[in-house]
């Protein structure tokens, strides 16, 4: 059973940056994308980005484009998301996913809270 498990929130003023981590027990047993999603108190969960484990081809949502990054090392089962220029309404639950699309997972970490506020 794999399991995953996210680390690095935290708080941050506007403008300010962090680099969430998350871990992948077993990872050459994962589904071919990981991804993350990130979910506001009385929000639905919402998709953020995803990386092809294959082919290391990402993609954004448009609300985090140009300012998140997300990266893998394969060789360490590590999924990373680099978010510079954070605004308030990046404050959520930040969830590390897995699954056989960039969008449909299957697999769920805990979650890492990340708090946007001057």
């Known amino acids: 059973q794999v399991q995953l498990v996210e680390s690095g929130g935290g708080s941050v003023q506007p403008g300010g940056a962090l680099r969430l981590s998350c871990v992948a027990s077993?990872?050459?047993?994962?589904?071919?994308?990981m991804a993350w999603f990130r979910q506001a108190p009385g929000e639905e969960r919402e998709w953020v980005a995803a990386?092809?484990?294959?082919?290391?081809?990402?993609s954004y949502a448009d609300s985090v484009k140009g300012r998140f990054t997300v990266s893998l090392d394969n060789v360490k089962g590590m999924i990373y998301l680099q978010m510079n220029n954070l605004k308030p309404e990046d404050t959520a639950m930040y969830y590390c996913?897995?699954?056989?699309?960039?969008?449909?997972?299957?697999?769920w970490g805990q979650g890492t809270q990340v708090t946007v506020s001057s």
């Open positions: 990386i092809s484990r294959l082919s290391a081809v990402a």
């Open positions: 077993e990872y050459t047993s994962t589904y071919g994308f």
């Open positions: 996913a897995n699954g056989p699309t960039a969008r449909a997972m299957k697999i």
